[in-house]
């Protein structure tokens, strides 16, 4: 049974005169939704979606998740329709909820707009959302640095957001939850104000998931407070013993690439009421095509699990493939001053070191010296056969060369058994 512990803490923050943004800390789902637009709507937005999606999540799966947030998105689409002033309202929402994967529980992370998700993993922070932003889009079209994204005047220009359309792309992603991770969704208000690694040192130090939150939150207030700040931070506290037995496997892959936003000509909306210093939104086209469904990478499924099967099948096949050819050929070698066979490669192949297959009568001075470099480097012959005639011939040039240096000094190049004795002048 894997086991959260959450808290969670809101702030209006220095400059804002009321707080749009939104959490939601259930035992199972837990959410925040940084709300937009002008007359107080932006928070009958955000606590609309946070509602809706509480109201409309029934079912722990995470298409039963994304299916609540577009639930959430058409309600305050309705909402903002009906009622004049809250017209062009709109709001993020950023979910994590524990759902059931089969076989074992996993934690499904829904996105619209530029509220994050983090993943604090054995001290390593990662963010697991991206900003649906029109920043973000500068930085993805290499137009922007991400330091400079970072201090852009328009870098809380959204370019999704909840009931700004009756229709909303989610991204989604799934993930296995280790026992010691961490998770943290934050408003904007904290990230524009608090840096990556001054996050992450607060989620590695300070272990109560409430305090961890308001330790966040009054980070960014320290740091200007410009805008409201919200986070929620989930603790993986039990998880059936998981990051015990797949630890290695996880420490192995790659962390999850975040679903890629479609590219969209940006248009602004017809409401920019939020007024000054407030943030605007920017929605994509209505003419725009059907969205296709986020993808959602798996940070350990059965896919993982076929892949280091099919690499484990490979290596084991090129080790067998490499035995057979390193055992299979034989070479006419020395072996203490004797000419032998050896079965295997010269000098041996990997870890496959040749054996001495035959040791012959043949000793190595009587080896013709045109013959001897060959024979000690290791003279190869595919079969054993093959290797026992080179043996013979050597036998036989040997026997020649005796001979014909008995009738005369100077031994013949190419010894052969019927040279003739070469005239001298
Ligand atoms: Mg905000």
């Given at each position: 049974?894997?086991?959260?512990?959450?808290g969670?803490?809101?702030?209006?923050?220095l400059?804002?005169?009321?707080?749009e943004?939104?959490?939601?800390?259930?035992?199972?789902?837990?959410?925040?939704?940084d709300?937009?637009g002008?007359?107080?709507?932006g928070?009958?937005?955000?606590q609309?979606?946070?509602?809706?999606?509480?109201r409309?999540f029934t079912?722990?799966?995470t298409?039963?998740?994304?299916?609540?947030?577009?639930?959430?998105?058409?309600?305050?689409?309705?909402l903002?329709e009906?009622?004049?002033?809250?017209?062009?309202?709109?709001?993020t929402?950023?979910?994590?909820a524990?759902?059931?994967?089969?076989?074992?529980?996993?934690l499904?992370i829904?996105?619209?707009?530029d509220?994050?998700?983090?993943?604090?993993?054995?001290?390593?922070?990662?963010?697991?959302?991206?900003?649906?932003s029109?920043?973000?889009?500068?930085?993805?079209?290499?137009?922007?640095?991400?330091?400079e994204?970072?201090?852009?005047?328009?870098?809380s220009?959204?370019?999704?957001a909840?009931?700004?359309?009756p229709?909303?792309?989610?991204?989604?992603w799934?993930?296995?939850?280790?026992?010691?991770d961490?998770?943290?969704?934050?408003?904007?208000?904290?990230?524009n104000?608090?840096?990556?690694?001054?996050?992450?040192?607060?989620?590695?130090?300070?272990?109560?998931?409430?305090?961890?939150?308001?330790?966040l939150?009054?980070?960014a207030r320290?740091h200007?407070?410009?805008?409201?700040?919200?986070?929620?931070?989930v603790?993986v506290?039990?998880d059936?013993?998981?990051a015990?037995?797949?630890?290695a496997?996880l420490?192995?892959?790659?962390?999850?690439?975040p679903?890629?936003?479609?590219?969209?000509t940006?248009?602004p909306?017809d409401d920019?009421?939020?007024?000054?210093?407030?943030r605007?939104t920017?929605?994509?086209?209505?003419?725009?095509?059907?969205?296709?469904?986020?993808?959602?990478?798996?940070?350990?499924?059965?896919?993982?699990?076929?892949?280091?099967l099919?690499?484990?099948?490979?290596?084991?096949?090129a080790?067998?493939?490499?035995?057979?050819?390193?055992?299979h050929?034989?070479f006419?070698?020395?072996?203490?001053g004797?000419?032998?066979?050896f079965?295997?490669?010269p000098?041996g192949?990997?870890w496959?070191?040749?054996?001495?297959?035959q040791?012959?009568?043949?000793a190595?001075?009587?080896?013709?010296?045109?013959?001897?470099?060959?024979?000690?480097?290791g003279?190869e012959?595919?079969t054993?056969a093959?290797?026992?005639?080179?043996?013979?011939?050597?036998?036989?040039e040997s026997?020649a060369?005796?001979?014909?240096?008995?009738?005369t000094a100077?031994?013949?190049?190419?010894?052969?058994?019927?040279?003739?004795?070469?005239?001298?002048?």
């Open positions: 049974m894997t086991e959260l512990r959450a969670g803490a809101t702030d209006t923050g400059v804002r005169d009321h707080n943004d939104r959490y939601l800390a259930d035992e199972r789902l837990f959410a925040v939704a709300g937009v002008g007359h107080k709507a928070e009958v937005a955000s609309t979606a946070v509602e809706t999606l509480q409309a079912e722990p799966t298409d039963a998740l994304v299916d609540a947030v577009k639930t959430a998105n058409r309600t305050v689409w309705d903002a009906s009622n004049s002033d809250q017209r062009g309202m709109g709001t929402l950023t979910a994590i524990l759902v059931d994967g089969g076989d074992e529980d996993r499904a829904v996105n619209v707009g509220s994050r998700a983090y993943l604090l993993q054995q001290g390593q922070l990662e963010q697991l959302t991206e900003d649906h029109l920043v973000e889009q500068l930085v993805r079209d290499g137009q922007l640095t991400p330091a994204a970072q201090v852009h005047p328009q870098r220009i959204i370019t999704r909840l009931g700004l359309d229709e909303v792309e989610v991204d989604s799934e993930l296995t939850p280790y026992k010691g961490r998770l943290l969704l934050c408003s904007d208000g904290l990230t104000e608090v840096s990556d690694e001054e996050i992450a040192t607060t989620l590695r130090t300070v272990s109560d998931p409430e305090e961890a939150a308001q330790q939150v009054n980070e320290e200007g407070g410009s805008d409201n700040i919200t986070c929620v931070v603790d506290v039990d059936d013993n998981r015990e037995h797949a630890s496997i420490s192995a892959e790659p962390p999850p690439p679903g890629r936003a479609q590219a969209a940006l248009q909306t920019d009421a939020a007024g000054a210093g407030a605007a920017m929605a994509p086209p209505r003419a725009e095509p059907p969205a296709a469904p986020a993808a959602r990478p798996r940070r350990f499924t059965w896919r993982v699990l076929a892949f280091i099919a690499v484990v099948v490979v290596i084991g096949l080790f067998v493939a490499v035995g057979w050819y390193a055992r050929t034989y006419v070698g020395l072996d203490n004797q000419v032998a066979i079965k295997g490669r000098g192949l990997l496959f070191q040749p054996t001495l297959d040791r012959t009568a043949l190595e001075k009587d080896v013709p010296p045109a013959r001897l470099p060959d024979v000690k480097a003279q012959e595919a054993r093959e290797a026992q005639r080179y043996v013979n011939a050597l036998r036989q026997a060369q005796t001979s014909t240096t008995t009738t100077v031994a013949p190049p190419a010894p052969a058994p019927a040279a003739p004795a070469p005239s001298t002048p």
